[in-house]
């Protein structure tokens, strides 16, 4: 479980708010063009394991809103690279939808993968606009499959249970910021063998993701990721 952690890590860290001109859209991307920013992913003990640096490469505004272009780079504790790509974000009129392909592990999009194919459905998870605690926030499920030499592996997320529980102030080594508190149960089944946890995450419009925290199916924490560099 703590390799989905690691990749929520890298997922969660492409989300930073906006608001693109005269859109009512509230979504968790950044619109300027050259923000970066930078999440740092810790164990249960606080040691470090792992870190994601982010920037906006690429804007685009759309008939109803904007869509943002994100490149992401995943490092482990001794700064080597796990994981290289970029995502798209979309705002429009009835929210935020965000790119659900950087849910899923490194190693299922990188090393001798070179000449395999992938095919991700349900490729976006949705946030509504004008989020309120209190919410309760649409169920996602996503399916990476991966083929190569006539073998094929599926890999299947699913988030349910998400829901707004509070609105907090939280102090991250990148400032103080006002934050949505959330929660969701995920699921993991790859190869018939399903994992699941429960997360609670902390975004802030105009920033998204502050801090995530990961436990296991006991209620014990098992990972966390904190936002300690942002610049917009």
Same mark, same amino acid.
């Given at each position: 479980?703590?390799?989905y952690? $690691?990749?929520?890590?890298?997922?969660?860290l492409?989300?930073?708010a906006a608001?693109?001109?005269?859109?009512?859209c509230?979504?968790?991307?950044?619109?300027?063009?050259?923000?970066?920013w *930078?999440?740092?992913n810790y164990?249960? @003990?606080? @040691?470090?394991?792992?870190?994601?640096a982010?920037?906006?490469?690429?804007?685009? *505004?759309t008939?109803?809103?904007?869509?943002? @272009?994100?490149?992401v780079?995943t #490092?482990?504790?001794k700064?080597k690279? &796990?994981h290289?790509?970029? &995502? &798209?974000?979309?705002?429009?009129?009835?929210?935020?939808h965000m790119? +659900?392909?950087?849910m899923?592990p490194a190693?299922?999009?990188q090393q001798?993968?070179e000449?395999?194919t +992938?095919?991700?459905?349900? *490729?976006?998870?949705?946030?509504?606009?004008?989020l309120?605690?209190?919410?309760? $926030?649409?169920?996602? *499920?996503? =399916?990476?499959t991966?083929? /190569?030499?006539g073998?094929?592996?599926?890999?299947?997320i /699913?988030? =349910?249970?998400r829901?707004?529980?509070?609105?907090?102030s939280? !102090?991250?080594?990148?400032? !103080?910021?006002?934050?949505f508190?959330?929660?969701d149960?995920v699921s993991?089944t790859t190869?018939?063998? !399903?994992?699941t946890?429960?997360?609670?995450?902390? #975004?802030? #419009?105009?920033?998204?993701?502050?801090k =995530?925290?990961g #436990?296991?199916?006991?209620?014990k $924490?098992?990972? @966390?990721?904190? &936002? !300690?560099?942002f610049?917009?």
């Open positions: 479980m703590k390799k952690r $690691l990749a929520a890590a890298f997922f969660v492409v989300s930073i608001r693109p001109g005269n859109n009512v509230e979504a968790f991307f950044a619109t300027d063009k050259g923000s970066k *930078e999440m740092t164990d249960e @003990k606080d @040691k470090v394991m792992s870190r994601s982010g920037e906006v490469i690429d804007v685009q *505004e008939g109803d809103g904007i869509e943002t @272009k994100l490149h780079i #490092y482990d504790n700064d690279t &796990l290289e790509g970029d &995502l &798209l974000m979309r705002c429009d009129d009835a929210g935020f790119d +659900m392909s950087g899923f190693q299922m999009t001798g993968m000449n395999a +992938m095919e991700i459905s349900g *490729e976006f998870m949705d946030f509504p606009s004008n309120s605690v209190g919410m309760a $926030l649409p169920d996602v *499920e996503s =399916t990476m991966i083929s /190569m030499g073998f094929s592996m599926s890999n299947k /699913m988030i =349910t249970n829901k707004i529980e509070a609105r907090e939280v !102090t991250t080594p990148a400032g !103080t910021f006002d934050c508190k959330m929660s149960d993991v190869m018939g063998i !399903t994992n946890s429960h997360g609670v995450s902390w #975004y802030a #419009y105009g920033v998204g993701a502050v =995530t925290e #436990y296991d199916k006991k209620g $924490l098992q990972s @966390k990721s904190i &936002l !300690t560099k610049e917009k």
